[in-house]
């Protein structure tokens, strides 16, 4: 599932491309909306809710959705060929310009912009909330505090909690706490932890490499996620699954650098 830092950019280069524009050409291909069109309509903005897209209108409307483990949003000029098979796009957004197209989009969904907290009102505060402030933070660490006895992957990974943080970067942020993802969040620094997860999505959020070490070169991007050997002390990295059922997510951890 993309992190919030991926979702950010897809909803920037969007704006950028949709923006103010008219579109020429509005397909829905979703079961539930296949019978909207939306051509003709202008586009008012694009904003990102962690890692929700908000596709906003200027008559009042929002398209929403949520990339899941396999959507994408792509920008192609008009008449170029698309880098996936049509049968997976289901969104197709065109201007004259422009052609945004929303590759397996499981959850699309059209509804009034007033009504848009139906569907992100759980939310934690955002990560990448350029309004973000102390009291923003704040929330954060009264969210990630309120069940002492939680291990600390998992409620990293509750986007009620905060919103944005993916399991590369829960496996990091655990890393640079030096615990393991099992620990109990009564036991960690509860301030650096929310301010770590911030730091490490803003340091991505404009390009689309992702890197928790500062580094960008190949096998030195991260310190312990879906690495054989720590990139610290080079001592084998520990893969586990943390969660039950369907909120079940690979974990890694160094042994010697979490103890």
């Keep these: 599932m993309p992190e919030g830092d991926t979702v950010f950019l897809t909803c920037h280069r969007l704006h950028e491309a949709l923006a103010g524009q008219v579109l020429t050409r509005g397909e829905l291909r979703h079961p539930r909306l296949s019978t909207l069109d939306l051509n003709g309509r202008r586009v008012r903005e694009v904003r990102p809710a962690g890692k929700h897209l908000l596709i906003r209108f200027d008559d009042g409307h929002t398209l929403h959705n949520h990339l899941r483990m396999d959507g994408a949003w792509h920008l192609y000029s008009p008449g170029t060929r698309w880098r996936r098979p049509a049968h997976q796009a289901r969104a197709v957004l065109g201007t004259a310009d422009r052609v945004a197209v929303g590759f397996n989009l499981h959850d699309l969904r059209w509804l009034p912009t007033s009504a848009e907290s139906e569907l992100i009102g759980h939310l934690g505060p955002d990560l990448l909330d350029p309004a973000w402030d102390d009291g923003h933070a704040a929330e954060a660490i009264r969210r990630l ?10 409620a990293l990974l509750d986007q009620t909690v905060m919103a944005g943080v993916g399991n590369i970067y829960k496996t ?34 404009w390009h689309p490499e992702q890197s928790t070490t500062k580094s960008l070169r190949r096998g030195t991007q991260h310190w312990v996620y879906d690495r054989r050997t720590c990139l610290r002390c080079g001592g084998p990295v520990r893969r586990g699954t ?5 909120e079940a997510r690979v974990t890694y951890h160094c042994p010697r650098c979490q103890p």
């Design 242 to 246: 943390q969660g039950d059922d369907v």
């Design 145 to 154: 505090t309120a069940e002492p006895d939680r291990e600390l992957g998992r």
């Design 172 to 205: 990091e942020v655990c890393f640079l706490l030096g615990r393991s993802p099992w620990t109990p969040v009564a036991e960690i620094d509860a301030a650096r932890a929310v301010r770590l997860c911030r730091e490490l999505l803003l340091r991505n959020a």
